[in-house]
């Protein structure tokens, strides 16, 4: 990926991830004061007198044996059978590899606390923030290294000492000499564990027009990561939706999009061109989008949306509010996945209410439809609760239909709608492609919300009505729809 790509997908993926508190000691390396360490040198250069060396020091008798003894109690001097004065080999041993300088070693114990990931036990830092899975794709490290990850963090400190000292949090603080030598580690305990979130996106290069992954950040050990990613997207990605795509694009009229698809894929070429031409597409009630919908530069425009309509409703005085609907995509797994969605869903929520000089307006009656398996598909409530949070209490629930298994539609009755196409094409991309269009033209809208109402007016083969109700009444039934 060069520097110029247009993101496509965007998702949090939740790397496994625990904290240890370990216990070890370092065997430290540091210089001498400066008289002692000119000491050492001079006598490795010769063996001298004592009286020698206090001439060239200047010391008195007193200030001399100050100098000496130390030396000379830990082996490091010793007197010859002459009188002289001269360095042991444990004293020649403190000299470095240079031969120059000597260096005085010392032992420290340290507990502190270290954070290493779970798939290759990369180190994350001492204290990162560890969060919980919500709104991401979860990675699996596997049972069996969970219950051997305490001997797997002994390894991995050791592995990373280097890396873990050069940022300041072996002994407190950075330093540009040699790490430490690491003497033992006493006691590794496992303190807490949790995920790392890593944001992930797929991009299209716009030089090469190659799609792909921008490299993550935040994790060392990429290939664990990327194989971990790959397994758990394939199980996400679900079935091919370029028929059910094309079918509903060629039901509302929309060509641009039948022209995209035409070769069995998407046109990126003809997407780019199709992107820089429409710059000047001010007189028309139609744009184009790229990408899913939460990403910055399309969500701005629905929220821009919003307001229009919010203060047109607002000045109007409707008596009743209209109804501002989101369908969600069936078509994969990954919708929602990402800190943008929550956003996203509070300003969907916050849309439906106008303030006044006076008093605050209900301009919209908003509504987010999930699709289920079927009507007892609780892990797919309990899972959009939690994902779709800020929207609890306006989550609706519907029973899956292929016609709208691949759109992501926000619409307002009459006036506005934003459809999102979502192109599954798993032998291709390892995640959906969304693209689409935001269009206020009234007979389109109303087009694309009757495909919509007249599918959750709909009936199962098991003579169940499709439409469920709001998630929150927590039946399996149908409710009647307002």
């Known amino acids: 990926m060069t520097t110029e790509a ?10 496994p991830a625990q904290q240890f508190r370990i216990e070890y000691t370092l065997v430290e390396q540091g210089g001498f004061p400066f008289v002692p360490e000119f000491l050492l040198r001079l006598l490795k250069v010769s063996a001298l007198m004592p009286a020698d060396i206090a001439r060239f020091f200047g010391f008195t008798p007193k200030e001399l044996s100050t100098a000496l003894t130390p030396f000379l109690q830990q082996g490091e001097l010793q007197s010859t059978a002459d009188g002289r004065i001269t360095l042991t080999e444990k004293g020649l041993r403190l000299f470095d590899e240079n031969g120059e300088t000597p260096i005085v070693k010392s032992r420290e114990d340290h507990r502190k606390l270290f954070t290493f990931d779970l798939l290759a036990f990369s180190y994350l830092g001492a204290k990162p923030r ?6 991401a794709v979860a990675l699996s490290a596997g049972d069996e290294v969970r219950s051997e990850s305490v001997k797997l963090a002994e390894v ?3 592995r990373n000492l280097h890396d873990i000292y050069r940022r300041g949090e072996l002994c407190g603080q950075a330093k540009e000499q040699q790490t430490p030598e ?15 979130k890593i944001e992930d996106s797929y991009c299209l290069d716009l030089e090469s027009l190659n799609v792909g992954f921008k490299e993550p950040a935040g994790i060392a050990e990429h290939e664990a990561y990327i194989n971990q990613r790959s397994l758990q997207l394939a199980t996400l990605i679900g079935q091919s939706t370029l028929n059910s795509i094309m079918a509903f694009a060629d039901r509302i009229g929309d060509e641009q999009t039948l022209e995209l698809l035409a070769a069995g894929e998407l ?28 990403l910055s530069r399309n969500w701005d425009q629905v929220e821009a949306l919003f307001k229009k309509y919010t203060d047109k409703n607002a000045k109007a005085g409707a008596e009743q509010p209209i109804t501002l609907t989101w369908l969600a995509p069936a078509a994969h797994g990954l919708w929602g996945k990402c800190s943008r969605h929550g956003q996203a869903l509070s300003s969907f929520v916050g849309a439906a ?44 629930g519907f029973i899956e239909s292929t016609s709208l298994s691949s759109l992501e539609i926000i ?43 007249d599918v959750m007016a709909e009936y199962t083969d098991s003579n169940v009505p499709r439409y469920l109700g709001l998630l929150s009444n927590g039946s399996s039934g149908a409710k009647k729809r307002k």
């Open 267 to 294: 046109d990126f070429a003809r997407l780019m061109q199709r992107a820089l031409t429409s710059s000047d597409s001010g007189k028309s009630k139609q744009a184009r989008i790229y990408g899913a919908l939460q």
């Open 6 to 15: 247009l993101v496509l997908f965007e998702f949090d993926i939740c790397v």
């Open 353 to 396: 209410t106008a303030k006044t000089k006076d008093k605050q307006l209900v301009g919209f009656n908003p509504r987010v439809l999930i699709p289920l398996a079927d009507a007892n598909d609780w892990s797919t409530r309990k899972r959009a609760s939690a994902d779709c949070s800020e929207a609890g209490d306006i989550l609706h």
């Open 411 to 453: 619409s307002l009755t009459d006036s506005f709608a934003v459809v999102t196409y979502h192109l599954v094409l798993p032998e291709l991309h390892p995640v959906p492609i969304p693209f689409g269009f935001i269009t206020e033209d009234k007979t389109l809208v109303r087009r694309i919300e009757s495909l919509v109402e």
């Open 130 to 135: 560890l969060e919980n899975p919500k709104r």
């Open 182 to 196: 690491l003497y033992k580690i006493s006691q590794v305990e496992k303190e807490r564990e949790g995920w790392l």
């Open 156 to 158: 991995a400190f050791q």
